[in-house]
């Protein structure tokens, strides 16, 4: 018997219930898909498999001058670069456009915890001074792949963060009221 209780009508052994009425509910297991042959062989991951992750996300990005890619919203850009001695950890990286005056630097410290000890995926953080003084606002994941990825695990990751990155930035704006 299965720790987790079992609902209504479920028997677990593929046979119809009777359920309200007389009407029969079939109750099957489905069968598992087999991955196509393309997505089960794991690979290094590497810029060109990032950039291909993107394109098949629809992702749109351009590439800076160290070869990282990055995508740009209206009011965000993410970066997805690999970082490690042997370019091993997939890091994505998330930055508001707004900044931070330095005489807020206090309450930005205690909204990036707060996201920080409520959140699971893109821990965040308060970024050196720009050149104008102004603290940028940033949230990262960072996975070590240095065993390889195959292509759907790849697309995965990089849909989370950036799904991760739009509810960051969102929630900056408007329940964190940072920028």
Known sequence: MPWWPKRGGQTGDGEPVAAHGDVDVRVDV???RSPEPAEAVVAPVEMTR???AL????IRYLTDGDGSLLAMWERHAVLFTLEGPDDEILVI???PHGTVPPDWADRAYRVVNEWNHSRRFCKAYIGDPTERGQLPIYAEMQVPLISGAH???LVELIDCAAAVAVAFVDWIHDEGGLL
């Not at 394109?55 to 629809?58: A, F, P, Q, T």
């Open 30 to 32: 489905p069968a598992p």
């Open 50 to 52: 990032l950039a291909a």
């Open 55 to 58: 394109d098949r996300l629809e």
């Open 93 to 95: 990286r998330a930055r």
């Open 151 to 153: 292509d759907a695990l």
